[in-house]
């Protein structure tokens, strides 16, 4: 069923069910030993429902306790099987059949490539706009040194900031508040089976490039590489239906991948391109999609994956070559690269010294998810307003900048100038023949900056200096995040891990001047890694991305190594960072495994009830009152079956189970007529296809836009062409584990709940399941029972 329609006030109503009676009790859960599991007594259980098209997603929230949000609503996955579908399929030919796999290739190859040139756009945007800012700055900064007037680069610098990052925020809260941030979150929410509203729109994807360009040329700490995994997935949603609902245009291609189950394959492998395209890393991006995006997978899918994660790789590289001046020259990487590492051995001495840098990754990445939970509640109680949101981005990056400048300006490293010479370097207040080693981190895009922390030689940061940029850098990494801005996080996360990584490695010299195997590099290296897996944590993508990003395998062991343990060092605070917006936002995402000690919980005592049925033969007005009074998305199809008696608090059944019709197949058949009153009804049944339930895909029409006239509400329909008679179901008696695989294994958005007499009792949705969350906190594990908001 599908989620409840929101109201246009800003403070969510939680629902008290009052008009949805439950004759059975709620679950009592035991503890035992360590585990302790907390119960939220409220009943609040609503049948999923539809939402309006042009719903606002702000949200004033004024308490800290987890709801699930009523604006989401749960993408079908399982095909249905009626008549209809039956008779096409026996139609099928082997030469159709290999036309449409074909196909499957030819879009999965469309979609890597424009991938690979939407990442082009955006990094030639950024560098040609970030060398033009930092180029105007640095000669005002060098004939300002000494004439003591530095306020005007450092007022250029805040205006520039300021000016660029307003653009980009306008765009974003005005035109498409979706595009804000990296849209992992979303799109793994998307291919878990939930239709998040406007993610994969063709506007989200022009707000989503723009935006990045403008938050990271005005300086946020953010990267570019977290949106283009939201990019591809944009992008592949876009080419698989061969259409553009935001604009208006059909090119009549790709039809029969109209359907949710088609459109999410092809979302994962545009998340995978993206991933390929941002690091050069076409394997690190199937793995990322397998890790971290999709839910359903399978071989075929990962073949096509990979085919568009290495088309990705290769677009990029072939334009870069051209770029560079060496034409077809394919050796270059994605946008974001570690460049080559001097030192690439490691002893077994260093092992333990790895384990350290694991556990203060997953001890700094607990603390910045923590600080950026509290941070996103301020804002969603108080920073919930459109011009907020942009005026706090604004402050944001002139901050950023102030923060910049005073650490240049109290903390300046001189350095003499090498071969060759450091990007845009400044002399500030150097002597002839140095360079501000302190400015040309600032003065730099982040990737660079990690690249720089990376390589420079030993000496180059001053230790305080190091140790104030990275309390800086955290600072502004966490206050960034969550900004209604698109921007990434891994580059944030690389650079200030790559930062402390070389602070530790500077130590560890001190400590053993003698040893051979010290290098900076190489402990900054790992911890950017220690760090990004403390806030992410990802393990076995992330481990391959960046042993891809280095270009040596030398280095997965103690990647590895740091990964786990920070991950392990995290969960045991506090869940990742994607996850934790995830529940933030209210959406009703199914984990990897039901609720730990919810075996004695019955499917009695999950499910909705009473539950609005239709019989096999069901007059149009009683349809349509029930698609006007209710915003259910599935209904069961039922024989036996007086309406008179439905909605009763004492109705215990509601007819014997035949089938499940779904809310968008009803208004096709209100809108084409399809009454068996009808004198042209057995024409208009015969030329009935899939192709007139795909069209209107995924924007159907509102019941309202539905003209039935006083004498058409007598007729009747037969809903026994149309309906899904092979669903699944299950008994009263099955357990929440089980119905919790079921739809997690399937993709399943409803479950009708029946007796061992095959008669309707209840039916079960995502959010039924999805309500009961477990939470894991310093070693012990606690359930709730969730609130449901009707926003």
């Keep these: 069923m599908a989620e409840k329609e929101r109201s246009n006030e800003k403070t969510p109503l939680l629902s008290d069910r009052s008009n949805r009676p439950r004759p059975y009790s709620q679950p009592s859960i035991n503890s035992t030993i360590e585990e302790s599991f907390e119960k939220v007594e409220t009943e609040v259980h609503v049948q999923e429902e539809a939402k309006p098209e042009n719903a606002s997603p702000d949200i004033k929230i004024e308490t800290d306790t987890f709801v699930l949000s009523g604006r989401y609503e749960s993408l079908d996955y399982d095909i249905c099987e009626n008549e209809i579908y039956q008779k096409e399929e026996k139609e099928i030919s082997t030469k159709w059949q290999i036309r449409k796999e074909l196909a499957r290739w030819v879009v999965m190859a469309m979609i890597g490539i424009l991938t690979g040139l939407v990442a082009t756009l955006i990094d030639v945007c950024v560098q040609q706009t970030s060398r033009v800012k930092y180029d105007y700055i640095k000669q005002y900064i060098n004939s300002c040194a000494g004439n003591l007037c530095l306020e005007v680069p450092f007022i250029i610098w805040i205006g520039f900031n300021v000016l660029i990052v307003m653009v980009g925020s306008f765009l974003t809260v005005f035109i498409s508040p979706v595009a804000a941030g990296s849209g992992i979150p979303l799109i793994k929410c998307y291919l878990n089976g939930v239709k998040v509203p406007h993610v994969v729109r063709l506007k ?61 394959d092809f979302v994962s492998g545009g998340a995978a391109a993206g991933v390929a395209a941002a690091f050069g890393s076409p394997v690190g991006g ?43 020259d394919l050796s270059s990487p994605g946008l974001f690269n570690f460049g080559k590492f001097n030192t690439t051995s490691y002893s077994g001495i260093e092992i333990p010294v790895f384990i350290l840098m694991g556990l203060i990754g997953g001890l700094l990445g607990a603390l910045f998810n923590q600080a950026n939970y509290h941070l996103t509640m301020f804002r969603q109680r108080y920073v919930y307003r459109p011009w907020t949101k942009v005026v706090e981005a604004m402050i944001v990056a002139g901050f950023t900048a102030v923060v910049g400048y005073i650490i240049i300006y109290f903390f300046n490293d001189c350095e003499p100038m090498r071969g060759e010479p450091e990007s845009l370097p400044v002399q500030f207040f150097c002597s002839d023949g140095q360079y501000s080693s302190t400015v040309s981190i600032f003065f730099q895009t982040p990737e660079e900056g990690v690249k720089h922390l990376f390589h ?24 960034t995040y969550g900004l209604c801005i698109p921007s990434g996080l891994f580059i944030p996360g690389l650079l200030l891990g790559a ?56 280095f997965g062991f103690p990647i590895m190594v740091v990964l786990i343990i920070a991950k392990w060092v995290g ?14 936002q209210g959406v009703p995402m199914l984990g990897w495994e039901p609720p730990v000690m919810s075996s004695n919980i019955s499917a009695k005592e999950v499910m909705s009830h009473p539950v609005s049925v239709f019989r096999t033969v069901e007059k149009v007005g009683r349809i349509v009152d029930i698609l006007k009074n209710e915003t259910h998305n599935g209904f069961p199809v039922v024989q036996d079956y007086e309406p008179s008696t ?5 109705t215990e059944t509601f007819g014997t189970y035949q089938g499940l019709i779904l809310r968008s197949q009803l208004i096709i058949l209100l809108k084409r007529k399809v009454f068996v009153e009808n ?109 449901i908001s009707q926003q």
């Design 204 to 264: 989200t994807l022009i707000v989503k490039v723009l935006g990045v360009i403008t938050a990271v040329t005005g300086g946020l700490v953010v990267g570019k590489e977290g949106p283009m995994i939201h990019s591809g997935s944009v992008i592949a949603a876009g080419i698989s239906q061969g259409r553009s609902t935001t604009f208006k245009f059909n090119l009549k291609i790709f039809e029969y991948f109209r359907t949710d189950t088609e459109k999410r």
């Design 286 to 328: 199937v793995l990322f999609s397998l890790e971290e995006g999709a839910s359903f997978w399978n071989q075929a899918l990962t073949w096509r994956i990979f085919f568009a994660s290495m088309l990705s790789t290769l677009t990029l590289n072939v334009i870069a070559s051209y770029r560079n001046g060496h034409a077809m």
């Design 456 to 479: 420079d030689v030993v000496g180059t940061y001053r230790p305080l200096t190091l140790a104030l940029y990275c309390v800086a850098y955290f600072i502004m990494a966490c206050w």
């Design 499 to 554: 930062a402390w990584g070389r602070l530790f490695g500077i130590g560890l010299g001190a400590m053993f001047p003698d040893a051979t195997w010290v290098d900076v590099g190489k402990y900054s290296l790992i911890g950017a890694a220690a760090q990004l897996g403390g806030i992410v944590r990802m393990t076995i993508s992330l481990t391959v991305i960046i042993v891809e990003a280095t270009g040596n395998v030398t």
């Design 571 to 584: 969960d045991y605070f506090n869940e990742g960072i994607y996850d934790m917006h995830i529940h933030i």
């Design 646 to 650: 439905e909605q009763s608090d004492c």
């Design 679 to 787: 004198q042209d009804y057995n024409k208009i049944l015969s030329s009935m296809k899939l192709e007139d339930f795909r069209d209107a895909y995924p924007r159907f029409p509102p019941i309202q836009q539905i003209h039935i006239s006083p004498n058409e509400r007598d007729f009747t329909i037969d809903l026994s062409e149309f309906m899904n008679p092979g669903t699944y179901t299950i008994s009263d008696c099955a357990s929440l584990p089980r119905i919790f695989k079921l739809f997690r294994a399937l993709g399943l958005r409803h479950v009708v709940v029946i007796n061992r007499r095959n008669q309707v009792i209840g039916i079960v949705t995502r959010k039924d399941l999805a309500r009961y969350k477990v939470s894991r906190h310093r070693g012990r594990i606690s359930m709730e029972e969730l609130l």
